[in-house]
């Protein structure tokens, strides 16, 4: 049982982590730079992937029943969550490049 909390604490970290502290760098109320956040979500999503498939080698070690479809199901999981983590990074760059867009476009004036 603590494998599956560890497993789903550790696989959805990252994007909450890119969720919250994007929108915070996004809006400069953080010291981060946007890209540092990118660059933190983007190693921590690769880390906790390796975490969690050797988490689940090892709750298969001890299983009665020795299929490996649960690991391939975390790999499957973290390849989504990666998509998911893509996608929440293009959006945020996306509103980030309009925002200083914006920007420009009222110092210009």
């Not at 696989?11 to 909450?16: A, D, E, H, M």
Request: charged content about 15%; some cysteine; hydrophobic content about 55%.
């Amino acid at each position: 049982m603590i494998y599956i909390i560890s497993l789903f604490f550790l696989l959805l970290s990252p994007l909450l982590f890119q969720l919250i502290f994007g929108i915070k760098a996004i809006k400069d109320s953080i010291s981060l730079s946007f890209l540092e956040v990118i660059l933190i979500s983007s190693l921590g999503h690769v880390a906790f992937a390796i975490i969690n498939l050797e988490l689940m080698g090892e709750s298969l070690k001890h299983a009665t029943h020795k299929c490996g479809m649960a690991w391939l199901a975390v790999l499957m999981m973290e390849y989504l969550v990666g998509f998911v983590l893509l996608i929440v990074i293009l959006i945020q760059l996306y509103i980030q490049y309009r925002k200083n867009k914006s920007n420009e476009e009222g110092n210009a004036n």
